[in-house]
Each structure stands twice: as structure tokens, then as C-alpha cells.
């Protein structure tokens, strides 16, 4: 990277010199807008989708659930919602809260009868 810096300053400065134009505004206008050319981001690749996680036992799910809505303010109704989400989708997300991206489709599109997210 540093070593296109000097080979792009040096063509720069060879470009202004060789012209030898005395006008200024023009030497600095073609150095500038090959400074811009030569500057333009690279895009960078995609990101790697997100790895899921395995499917989990439904003998597993009162367990998982119990972890996951440990601090939710109504743990009751939490672990019977996580309950049925860890049952259909065979996933509970790992922690207390967020991560729900990490069960997949299933876990995050699930929505209540008044369009909300269903899963904790």
C-alpha cells in the first residue's frame, strides 16, 4: 500500500513537471483528480452470514428456557413463550437476551397474533 503511495506521488509530481504549463490551477486539478481516482475504496467482501446454531433436544428446552429468562421482568410468561419457540424451532438463543439471530428463520420471524416478535 505505502509502496502505490510513492509510484502514484512520484507519476504525480512527473505528470506536473513534464507538462510544464505555467498555469497552476490546471497542474493542480489534474493532480488532484488523479489523486482521486487513484484514492477510490476498494469494497471489501461481504460478511459471512452468521453461523446457526445446532439443533437442540426438546427435552432440553425447559432447561435452556430457564437460563434464558432468568432476568426477564415476567420469567413465567418467558419460559412458556420460549418454551414453544424452543419446540418449534428446536433452538434457544445463547444468553439472557439478543442473539436471537442465531436460531435462524424460525426463532426470529415467529410473530404473536398482534404482529410482535414471539420470541424471546
Known sequence: MALKAIIFVLASFLLVTSRGSSNNEDNYMEVASASVLA???VHAPAPAPLALL???KVTECPRLC????????RPRHCKRVCGTCCQRCKCVPPGTAGNRELCGKCYTDMTTHGNRTKCP
Not at 430457564?66 to 421482568?73: A, E, F, I, P
Open 54 to 56: 445446532p439443533p437442540v
Open 66 to 73: 430457564v437460563d434464558r429468562c432468568k432476568l426477564n421482568s
Open 39 to 41: 484514492t477510490a475504496p
